[in-house]
């Protein structure tokens, strides 16, 4: 059952209508030199119980709006508002927000209890009433067996869990977590993305995540934030991000992607006409080009790309390449070929039973549809 639990802190936070966005950045900036915007302009607005991940290279902005968002820096121009209230001059303390770090951030001198019953204590719980608490979160995190050790005497794993209880035991309706995973080995990491989204449905609660890791956020995400240049770059569920990014920096971040270069020869509505630097021709989708003459960058997403003659469609555009590289990776082969002029050109292929196995050197026809080639910026 999800839980529904008020904000503490500020006067009036809980009584906000309820018909506004949970979360909301109204026109944001951040400069911490007074010249350079670090944040450009930023409008966002989230739901109540969103799992948004906030996801870009580092020096994008995001962790700069996390912060913004807990209080621990401030917003030069704009509003930032939770539940309909401004926090703006809410300090962190009060805004009743949950944060989980990616070095935990946990006291090494407390034990796990006394590490989950702190900020219960900064609230002025009771103690039985603490106690209740501490121990309910830590079953949530399956680490009730735990409660009387110190952080130095955890695993890395149990030692996030632990800041993850944490963050949850004064049963706050919003959750930030920077870079939470970050220092984990990759099946740790795997796994404990899977409990982390269950976890934030499971109670109802809303989360801001951020991360620079491309596949967390795919995996974890209701919608993703892509940032770059202290802008968000597109917003959107994961699906929609991968299969239809809408410039070239998400098309390049999200996911491996085959990018050829052109020009546009022909607007056709919802298509054109694009003449490859190679000489070649093909057909795309005009996502953000608009007149002949312009140049621009075709995406393509390797697993759009086949090249076994017996499943290509006759509506498929085809193009000659040669095979640099056919490497087994297991439930995939990836193949390097030479298209249109570039060396870099990637296809992937499930491994079945049936799949054709190619040789390096061998000349072949490569084909995709048009619906799954974008003309982006340049």
Known sequence: MALKIPILGGAGLSEAKSDTAFVEFERVQKSYDGENL???D??????KGEFLTMLGPSGSGKTTCLMMLAGFETATHGAIRLDGVSINNIPPHKRGIGMVFQNYALFPHMTVAENLSFPLEVRKIGKSTREEKVMRALGMVQMQDFAGRRPAQLSGGQQQRIALARALVFEPELV???EPLGALDKQLRETLQFEITKLAHDLGITVVYVTHDQTEALTMSDRVAVFDD??????A???ELYEAPQNSFVAQFIGENNTLEGVVQEMRGDSCIVKLDSGDVIDAMPVNVSKVGERTKVSIRPERVEFDK???SPDAHTLKAEVLEFIYMGDIFRTRLRVAG???FVIKSRNAPDQVRLTPGSQIEIGWLAQDCRALDA
């Open 230 to 235: 202290g802008r968000i770059q597109q917003l």
């Open 342 to 344: 570039t060396d870099d």
């Open 42 to 47: 930023l409008n966002l607005s989230m739901p």
């Open 176 to 178: 930030l977590m920077d």
């Open 38 to 40: 670090v944040v450009k």
């Open 237 to 239: 569920p994961p699906d």
């Open 310 to 312: 017996s499943r290509l």
